[in-house]
């Protein structure tokens, strides 16, 4: 058994602020003679917290990437830190700033030179888990054997997160944040986010850029804007936190015992007494007004408000020491192929209700591909990552039938392109080694195992970080239009 330490970054470009701490990540990696070598990240800790920065934007619509990249240098230099020992963590664009219109180009400029192995990332629901992960949420449900939501309120959204004995269980995420009014300290509008005219509509609330808002109009319109988050979440009146969700939820929400509020807002809960209108403006927006009400917006509820570990870096802390998973031991990896950054995943079930069939799985396989170039740009070698599902008792025969199907309809429709491959069981080695002596010469092979890919569309590929097991990130880049 051997243990070593990697580096993990986590860099977060939020409506209102962006910040980035450095963590490191203890690797255990276990060989004996009687199971297979397994790794596992067993430690966490952060060892750099950097200021927090007002995010600089260009226009209303565009984020400022020079500004931007000459804040985060500095951070670099302040924590002392060499991106090329980066070897995980998360570069992501949460809230409102995903909806600019430069934000996927940024994202994917900031994962290159963020260091070997960073993730990109900004996608709502990975948001609201990562969260949920940095406040303590997803620890203390764990403690509890119970439901703990987190609710991280920001300055454009609230990513809400429910876990249950320590897993995530569902998420989703509202127009709900401290800067979507931004107002003078005399009252005067000064911007209102187009997301949330539908509820204003719904609330009777007239509101327009130069309207003049009295201290109590603020405070009412906060009110509102809280009383309908927590009664959605608490399975009340819904009908006014559903003009506030960013996209449909149908799902029936787990009750919790426990919600912790974190977030930039979260962390104002406990700031003084607002009682003044130049008191609730005094960053130009709702934000402070929007933390004082939050404590009276519960309905009747037995549900504990518990403190969060963590408030305005929870989503960050989430990200850089938690969105790492690493593969299984015995894997086959070809080095020349890695880092492999923003590779589709393509999922196949291998066999239906465990009965295996090479005819029907082929022909799964050559209708997925062809779906896969219909979606997903394939001129990238490799152009996706192949993930086989529901494998069954794998057999010697059985598993040489899987790679003879996967190297034939590879080579039909990709002819020398590189093949990534994940397996749900401990499979990853055999295949790999089955697929590499049907390819052609040239064509690399990484097939791995030991991975869930439930949270996201995308997968990071890393270096290898102990023996043949190699570091993961499964990711969603969906951005906002």
């Known amino acids: 058994m051997s243990e070593y330490w990697i580096k993990s970054i986590g860099i977060d470009i939020g409506t209102s602020t962006t910040k980035v701490i450095l963590s490191r990540l203890l690797i255990n990696e276990r060989k004996d003679g009687f199971s297979l070598p397994v790794c596992h990240i067993i430690d966490r800790e952060v060892t750099y917290t950097g200021s927090l920065y007002e995010t600089p934007l260009e226009t209303e619509d565009m984020i400022h990437i020079e500004k931007l990249k000459s804040l985060l240098s500095k951070e670099y230099q302040k924590a002392n830190v060499n991106l090329k020992d980066i070897k995980g963590g998360a570069v992501i664009i949460t809230g ?5 219109e430069n934000a996927e180009s940024i994202i994917h400029y900031l994962a290159d030179k963020a260091g ?4 990109a990332t900004a996608g709502d629901s990975l948001e609201g888990i990562l969260a949920g992960k940095g406040s303590g949420a997803m620890k203390r449900s764990e403690e509890i054997n119970g439901t703990v939501a987190n609710v991280d309120i920001g300055g454009g959204t ?4 429910f876990f249950q004995d320590g897993k995530a269980v569902t998420s989703l995420t509202f127009h709900v944040g401290g800067r979507l009014v931004r107002l003078t300290e005399d009252g005067e509008v000064q911007y209102i986010a187009p997301s949330i005219f539908k509820w204003l509509s719904y609330q009777s609330i007239n509101l327009k850029k130069g309207d003049i808002l009295s201290y109590k109009q603020a405070q009412n319109l906060c009110q509102k804007m809280s009383e309908d988050l927590f009664s959605y979440l608490l399975r009340n009146n819904k009908q006014g936190g559903k003009l506030l969700l960013t996209g449909a939820h149908n799902e029936v929400l787990p009750m919790p015992d426990e919600m912790m509020i974190s977030g930039g807002v979260g962390a104002m809960m406990n700031d003084a007494q607002i009682h003044t209108m130049k008191d609730a403006a005094r960053y130009g ?33 989430g990200a850089g020491m938690q969105s790492m998973e690493v593969s299984g031991a015995t894997v086959h990896v070809q080095k020349e192929l890695l880092p492999i950054r923003n590779i589709p995943l393509l999922k196949v079930k291998t066999s239906k209700k465990g009965e295996w069939s090479s005819l029907e799985f082929s022909r799964r396989l050559r209708e ?17 990552a192949l993930t086989l ?31 990534v491959v994940i ?14 002596k049907r ?24 270096m290898p970080i102990g023996g043949e097991a190699i570091s993961v990130s499964v990711k969603t880049l969906a951005f906002h239009q």
């Open 96 to 100: 409102e700033t995903a909806r600019k």
């Open 116 to 119: 070997d192995f960073v993730v």
């Open 158 to 161: 609230a990513n809400v997160a």
């Open 285 to 317: 927006d709702i934000g402070p007004l929007l933390a004082s009400v939050i404590p009276t917006a519960f309905p009747l509820s037995s549900v504990r408000i518990k403190k969060a570990v963590e408030t305005n870096r929870a989503t960050v802390i």
């Open 368 to 384: 997925k591909i062809g779906h896969a170039k219909e979606v997903f740009d394939t001129t990238q070698n490799p152009p996706f």
């Open 389 to 419: 599902l529901d494998m069954p008792y794998c057999s010697y025969v059985i598993l040489q039938e899987i790679a003879q199907a996967i190297h034939e309809e590879m080579k039909k429709e990709f002819q020398k392109e590189n093949i």
């Open 423 to 436: 397996c749900e069981d401990d499979v990853a080695k055999a295949l790999g080694q089955a697929l590499k």
């Open 439 to 462: 390819c052609a010469e040239g064509v690399n092979i990484v097939c791995i195992d030991g991975v869930q890919v439930s949270e996201g569309d995308y997968i990071d590929l890393g």
